[in-house]
Structure formats: C-alpha cells, structure tokens
C-alpha cells in the first residue's frame, strides 16, 4: 500500500510560482507512472503533468513550457515546479501514482493552489 502526500500549495498572485511535492510512504519505482492532476470547481479532473514508464515527461498543452515535473527515486518524491501562473490554474492539485504493469492508481488528498491578485 502505497500513500502520498502533497505539499507546497498556496495563495500566488498571476505571474508568480509554486513548488509542489508529492512524498510515498512506500517505495516507487523509476518505470512507475508517477505525475499531477488537477480539479478547478465544477470541472472535471484533468492531467497536468506525468512522467511515463520510460521516464518522459508530458505535459498538459495548457501549462507546457511553464511547469516542469520531477522526481526523485531516492526520496521517493515527485515535484512540480509552476511557473508563470495564471488564475486558470487555480485547482486542487492531486498527486497520481500508478505501479508499471498495474491498473491500480493512488492518489494523494490534494493540496490547493489560488492564483489571484
């Protein structure tokens, strides 16, 4: 069983930055899907950001060229650097994880992140 906790969120004004993290509680694997996904108030929950079994990242054409995923095997942590935010961006941010070869998916709690003036 595997549990995840996010962290980082926050109130930002437009233009500024966060720095989610996302920590296992158990161990994860370097071909293991790990990534971000976000849900704004009366939307669906959308992709932001994963890194794929063969370690690519990919990312949501809406945030591509200001967010950058990460991970670190190590620390069993994933991150996601956001750049350049915009209020559109403003969402419950859940950190995805899913073994390689399984259906299964755990998801974190969700951490909020407002972009506001």
């Known amino acids: 069983q595997v549990q995840l906790v996010e962290s980082g969120g926050g109130l930002v004004q437009p233009g500024g930055s966060l720095r989610l993290s996302c920590g296992a509680s158990?161990?994860?694997?370097?071909?293991?899907?790990v990534g971000w996904y976000r849900q704004a108030p009366g939307k669906q929950r959308e992709r932001v950001a994963v890194?794929?079994?063969?370690?690519?990242?990919n990312y949501a054409d809406s945030v591509k060229g200001r967010f950058t995923i990460s991970r670190d095997n190590a620390k069993n942590t994933v991150n996601l650097q956001m750049n350049s935010l915009k209020p559109e961006d403003t969402a419950v941010y859940y950190c995805y994880y899913s073994p390689l070869g399984s259906l299964r998916v755990y998801w974190g709690q969700g951490t909020q992140v407002t972009v506001s003036s």
């Open positions: 890194i794929t079994s063969d370690g690519s990242p």
């Open positions: 158990g161990s994860i694997f370097s071909r293991d899907t």
